[in-house]
T-cell receptor
Framework: AQSVTQLDSQVPVFEEAPVELRCNYSSSVSVYLFWYVQYPNQGLQLLLKYLSGSTLVESINGFEAEFNKSQTSFHLRKPSVHISDTAEYFC????????????FGKGTMLLVSP | ETGVTQSPTHLIKTRGQQVTLRCSSQSGHNTVSWYQQALGQGPQFIFQYYREEENGRGNFPPRFSGLQFPNYSSELNVNALELDDSALYLCASHLAGFTDTQYFGPGTRLTVL
């Protein structure tokens, strides 16, 4: 079975500081990797995804994630965070299982303060 | 904005009752997945409907059931509610491929007393 571990339940940072949200996965098959963001009282929105090819993927709002197969990791980074980045971030995997489903980690709450 | 809507936003039920949650799909999508998100947890897959048929199911009992309609909107029904069913229920509208993005609605917050 596939599983996702997000090592930090909460990450507090100051505005304009860099941040890394960690994600590790366990799988016996090839997986596709996703980061979703959930703002308060909203549903999840896709931030970025890794399907194949270049191991570094970027989002339109400055986040990036690097797929590392040997370490089974897909950590999310941003060089300089804003107050508006305060949200819950979920790492997820999917795989060729017969139907498309996402397995999520427990989430990391990013708290950006001035 | 994804265009996926869910109703109601919140509801409160008592143990043993039945509830129906609704989800509209985004135009062009033929697949709906439902997830349960308990407090402090990530979403857990309940089941998926593809072209009006259940296409896959997570580790949830049969009292969780669903429907998908010809316009690809969907319902989640839960019978014999238990206290542990209290959660945010999310639906996601998408195409059927493993790499296709799932577009989530804002969720329905269910409280079981």
């Amino acid at each position: 079975a596939q599983s996702v571990t997000q090592l930090d339940s909460q990450v507090p940072v100051f505005e304009e500081a860099p941040v890394e949200l960690r994600c590790n996965y366990s799988s016996s098959v090839s997986v596709y990797l996703f980061w979703y963001v959930q703002y308060p009282n909203q549903g999840l929105q896709l931030l970025l995804k890794y399907l194949s090819g270049s191991t570094l993927v970027e989002s339109i709002n400055g986040f990036e994630a690097e797929f590392n197969k040997s370490q089974t990791s897909f950590h999310l980074r941003k060089p300089s965070v804003h107050i508006s980045d305060t949200a819950e971030y979920f790492c997820a995997v999917s795989w060729n299982s017969g139907y498309s489903t996402l397995t999520f980690g427990k989430g990391t709450m990013l708290l950006v303060s001035p | 904005e994804t265009g996926v809507t869910q109703s109601p936003t919140h509801l409160i039920k008592t143990r043993g009752q039945q509830v129906t949650l609704r989800c509209s799909s985004q135009s062009g999508h033929n697949t709906v997945s439902w997830y349960q998100q308990a407090l402090g947890q990530g979403p857990q897959f309940i089941f998926q409907y593809y072209r009006e048929e259940e296409n896959g199911r997570g580790n949830f009992p049969p009292r969780f059931s669903g429907l998908q309609f010809p316009n690809y909107s969907s319902e989640l029904n839960v019978n014999a509610l238990e206290l542990d069913d209290s959660a945010l229920y999310l639906c996601a509208s998408h195409l059927a491929g493993f790499t296709d993005t799932q577009y989530f609605g804002p969720g329905t917050r269910l409280t079981v007393l």
